[in-house]
């Protein structure tokens, strides 16, 4: 069959994206209702969403914030990143988790990956510590959690704070605990191809009653009360106690959010039965390999990983990218490591070499279309793209 990039007949008629929302008629009233109620914003959804999340992950605490780049900064502040600290951060994620570092005046320190699940590899984390290391983050790339039980210890044993960045992961559990409630604080990003999506929006889950009441008033401003508190309490006075920041999650965003939460379990099912079908065609695909599983883990397959097995193959993984989006289908890459960015060479002098694993991965990943509203039908095209391209490419 000739490959569409060579002029064939592609594989779909209109690009399969990698990865979108689900906004059900439940959403669109939810939304309505409050458009037309007394707060669109510092209002009763917020705090509404805000325990119905902490109820489904299991903490005491959860913050909503109106981005997952928020989430971070916040969580960073809470527990005390400032000039001249560093943070350990796993080479391979979205630059963020380690912008937010930066936003602080901290040194955001790079740690290489496990090859199979692409998750920060414990054991550089304690080659990377020094006496300036402040906290350390880990990443559940594609959504799957990473391991929380190592991990923690660790963070025990050097009496640091472990930030989860569980942006991919929401939904998703290790043995009884869900995502959230596994790491010191968690956060959360409710991007449009994310678990749960309002747009733009992000949360953080803490048990610790402290950090929660620091990122409340991080996120406004750093005054310590908001219009609706002072409304009820009949009063004007307010004072700023710190330098803050306006990173409110609206009630129009929180009541589609409180709404969504409803319809997770159904579309984390859904992504888990796409990520099936991939795994039993993939099986016999020369070519390529999936992600490691974890034991012991359920994935929220925010993303479907594979890397390429670029020695059986006459083409490199852009040829490939470019030839399946010909058959229009959305693959995506994710990540560029962070410390190849330009920004993080020129200000923190970081150079190809000192993630080895990660930057191997980079030439070899590639995410193929997950999301809840997919068909059977859809995940076949993809796979019928692959085997299509793959085959065309073998060695
Ligand atoms: C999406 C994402 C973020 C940032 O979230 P935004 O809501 O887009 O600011 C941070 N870290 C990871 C791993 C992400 O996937």
Not at 12 to 36: C, F, I, N
Request: net charge neutral; hydrophobic share 40%.
């Amino acid at each position: 069959m000739t490959l569409a990039l060579n002029g064939g007949t592609p594989v779909r008629d209109s690009l399969l994206p990698y990865g979108r929302q689900t906004v059900t008629d439940a959403d669109v009233a939810a939304v309505t209702e409050v458009l037309t109620s007394d707060w669109l914003t510092t209002g009763p959804a917020v705090p509404a969403f805000e325990e119905a999340f902490a109820s489904f992950v299991h903490t005491k605490h959860a913050v909503a914030v109106n981005s997952g780049t928020a989430a971070l900064h916040a969580a960073y502040a809470a527990v005390g990143i400032t000039k001249g600290d560093e943070v350990i951060v796993p080479a391979m994620t979205f630059a963020a988790t380690a912008n937010a570092v930066a936003y602080l005046g901290g040194t955001p320190v790079f740690v290489d990956i496990d090859p199979e699940t692409l998750q920060i590899d414990p054991a550089s984390v304690e080659k990377m510590m020094t006496k300036k290391t402040k906290a350390f983050v880990s990443v559940d790339y594609a959504g799957q959690p990473c391991d929380y039980v190592t991990l923690k210890a660790i963070a025990k044993k050097h009496g640091i704070p472990l930030v989860s960045d569980a942006c991919h992961a929401l939904g998703a559990t290790m043995g009884k605990d869900h995502v959230g409630s596994l790491a010191d604080l968690s956060t959360f990003s409710f991007h449009p191809v994310k678990p749960l999506a309002t747009g733009e929006g992000g949360m953080i889950t803490t048990d610790n009653p402290e950090w929660a009441e620091r990122m409340r008033h991080f996120r406004n401003h750093g005054i310590t009360t908001d219009h609706r508190q002072r409304q009820e309490k009949g009063s004007w006075f307010y004072e700023m106690q710190e330098l803050g920041f306006n990173y409110r999650l609206s009630d129009i965003h929180c009541a589609l959010g409180l709404s969504q939460l409803k319809s997770l379990a159904a579309a984390t099912k859904r992504r888990q039965e796409i990520a099936a079908i991939y795994d039993k065609a993939f099986a016999g695909i020369a070519g390529l390999t999936p992600l490691a599983k974890r034991h012991g883990t359920t994935h929220a397959y925010h993303l479907y990983v594979i890397q390429l097995n670029l020695d059986q193959l006459k083409a490199d993984r852009n040829a490939i990218f470019q030839a399946l989006r010909a058959e229009n289908i959305g693959v995506n890459v994710h990540y560029i490591p962070v410390h190849f960015h330009p920004w993080y060479r020129k200000t923190f002098g970081t150079k190809e070499g000192m993630c080895p694993i990660a930057e191997k991965a980079f030439t070899r990943i590639l995410s193929l279309p997950i999301f809840g509203a997919m068909t059977d039908k859809d995940a076949k095209d993809v796979v019928t793209a692959f085997d299509k391209v793959l085959s065309h490419y073998a060695r």
